[in-house]
């Protein structure tokens, strides 16, 4: 059938013509989808401020050759606590970006959005540090990806050892024996901490408030990691407050 249901967050919007706008959506059954929303800039328009990034809406769309049609919308959650903070917004569209750069077209991907879903009601729900929350979420998209880097044993001779210092390109932490001398030597904090930001809930990850070096040198791993695997940098990730 040409008119199907589904629910979704908006990743992105742009204009189009006078009245218009075109609404990329990352849905639960049916992936990422481009929709025209017609009239939606029109200051009588039914569907006023309900598809803006970070919206989470239930929608009816008639499925078009190129674009398909928005032709009903209501908001599930509208994420106001995230929107009304700059910390938040900035962590929230850092994770609208990678999850616009990791998911295909049609492409079913319940997981990416259930997990796009949970981070966002992380973000919404007052997290105590919003930049911890997009480091967890970036780390469990690339562990859903299949670049899941390895925290507990070496990534070069899979054996269990201490490690202490992470090799981007190798796909985790390297023990002393297998290092190349290039990696810098980490905090002693910072395995821990890569490890329960991919491990833990994010709800408890949102609870907490890391040490500032193992804080920065994580960040510093994730956002060279992600953008490696990515093949390209994140716009905003570099205005995330730390």
């Known amino acids: 059938m040409n008119l199907y ?47 803006e990034p970070f919206s989470h809406v239930d929608l009816s769309l008639y499925r078009g050759r190129e674009l398909d049609i928005v032709t009903q919308v209501e908001v599930i959650t509208p994420f106001r606590a995230l929107r009304e903070d700059y910390d938040r917004v900035v962590a929230g569209t850092a994770m609208l970006e990678a999850v616009d750069q990791v998911a295909q077209e049609r492409e079913a991907a319940v997981r990416i959005y259930l997990l796009l879903v949970r981070a966002l009601r992380a973000l919404d729900g007052a997290p105590r540090d919003p930049s911890v929350v997009l480091d967890a979420f970036l780390l469990k998209l690339m562990a859903l990806e299949g670049y899941r880097p390895a925290l507990a044993d070496c990534a070069g001779c899979g054996r269990t050892a201490p490690l202490r210092c992470f090799s981007i390109v190798r796909g985790g932490g390297l023990c002393d024996r297998c290092r190349s001398g290039a990696e810098s030597t980490l905090d002693r904090a910072t395995m821990p901490l ?7 809930d994010l709800g408890a990850t949102a609870a907490t408030v890391p040490a500032g070096t193992s804080r920065r040198e994580a960040g510093a791993l994730v956002k060279g990691y992600v953008e490696y695997h990515l093949e390209r940098r994140l716009r905003s990730y570099p205005m995330v407050a730390r």
């Open 5 to 51: 249901r589904e629910q979704g967050v908006v990743l992105r919007t742009w204009k189009l013509g006078e009245a218009d706008r075109i609404v990329v959506l990352l849905t639960q059954g049916q992936g990422k989808v481009r929709a025209v929303a017609k009239g939606v800039r029109k200051t009588k328009s039914r569907f006023g401020g309900r598809l």
């Open 194 to 200: 890569l490890a329960a930001l991919l491990g833990d």
